[in-house]
């Protein structure tokens, strides 16, 4: 498959050339429509799994507390992105309870897990629940929104596939950010 073209997600990218190659305005409304709602939905899940963990973690809650009166003032998703345990939080809340578990895909030519050899084309599904619990993170049962400053996590969650990762990665991931942190 063809790169898409400079400026053009992959998602939009394949959206053309499903349709011809053009969008119409109708089109993009109603695929506009549908990620808000999905964005929602997941978004406002995370947001009650990250309050349950913070309510069970009162050290912890009065220090994303602290942070969050400073996070009022933020105006940006920059600026809402720099307040490192509101956003830890968001995340812990992910790798403790995905709101998407699995995330299936293909593999392609060349695909080897854990030693065993892949054909190009089998379905796989990785667990996110078991993945945010394994023995990739120290203490991987304790809710610990520091995790995030450390890096242990990755950029946007990458070690836990939160919002999955290149081309077609979730789309929505800043503003997902931005509505659990704010």
Same mark, same amino acid.
């Given at each position: ?25 109708e ?8 990620? !808000?709602? /999905? *964005?929602?939905?997941? $978004?406002? &899940?995370? #947001?009650?799994?990250a309050?349950?963990? +913070?309510?069970?973690n ?13 996070a ?28 998407v ?16 050899r !892949?054909? /190009? *084309?089998?379905?796989? $599904?990785? &667990?996110? #629940? ?5 023995? +990739?993170f ?45």
């Amino acid at each position: 498959a063809a790169a898409p073209p400079k400026g053009r997600s992959c998602f939009a990218a394949r959206l053309a050339a499903a349709e011809g190659g053009t969008l119409s305005r109708e089109r993009v409304l109603q695929e506009a429509v549908g990620i !808000l709602l /999905a *964005g929602h939905e997941t $978004s406002s &899940n995370t #947001a009650t799994w990250a309050l349950y963990l +913070l309510a069970c973690n009162p050290a912890e809650q009065a220090a994303c507390r602290a942070e969050a009166d400073t996070a009022v003032a933020a105006s940006t998703i920059d600026e809402l992105s720099s307040h490192t345990l509101l956003v830890g939080s968001m995340y812990e809340a992910l790798r403790l309870y995905p709101v998407v578990p699995f995330s299936p895909k293909l593999c392609p030519a060349g695909t080897c897990v854990d030693g065993a050899r !892949l054909p /190009a *084309g089998t379905r796989v $599904s990785p &667990n996110k #629940a078991l993945l945010g619990r394994s023995a +990739l993170f120290a203490e991987a049962g304790r809710f610990d929104p520091t995790r995030y400053a450390r890096g242990e996590l990755g950029p946007h969650g990458a070690r836990i596939a939160a919002f999955g990762a290149g081309p077609r990665a979730c789309i929505g991931t800043r503003l997902a950010e931005a509505e659990v942190v704010s």
